[in-house]
């Protein structure tokens, strides 16, 4: 699976990741940070699965109507869990996601908002 995981996003989570044969490119290693629409947008043509820990993407995607391929949002988890919970995520959630749906994972919850 193709991700992209935002800057905010531990970047030892691509390793995690990787590992399993996901094509990841992380954000934190550009030159600058381009801002949410951008890296949504950069995503989305990449055919990449967003992976943040910023509320912001949804209203972008939800509210804004900006086209996506699928978002994970990670809240209140520790750095070194945050490619095992995708990991676990793409596993059980891999065929809504490419089909744009909005994963959101906290402990001991998960949402699953399905694309419109």
């Known amino acids: 699976m193709k991700l992209l995981l935002d800057t905010c996003v531990w970047g030892g989570a691509r390793k995690d ?4 044969g996901h094509d990841v490119v992380w954000a934190g290693d550009w030159p600058e ?15 990449r699965i967003l992976v943040t ?6 209203e972008i995607a939800i509210v804004h109507g900006t086209p996506h391929s699928g978002i994970i949002r990670l809240v ?7 490619g095992v919970v995708c990991l676990r995520i793409i596993d059980t959630y ?3 996601l490419r089909s744009g749906a909005i994963v959101t994972a906290e ?3 998960l949402r699953i908002r399905p694309p419109e």
């Not at 209140?76 to 945050?82: G, I, V």
């Open 33 to 47: 940070d381009p801002g949410d629409e951008e890296i949504l947008t950069h995503a989305h043509g990449e055919g």
């Open 76 to 82: 209140n988890l520790a750095a070194r869990k945050q």
């Open 17 to 20: 990741l990787e590992a399993f």
């Open 53 to 58: 820990l910023d509320k912001d993407f949804g």
């Open 94 to 96: 891999g065929k809504e």
């Open 107 to 109: 402990p001991g919850r």
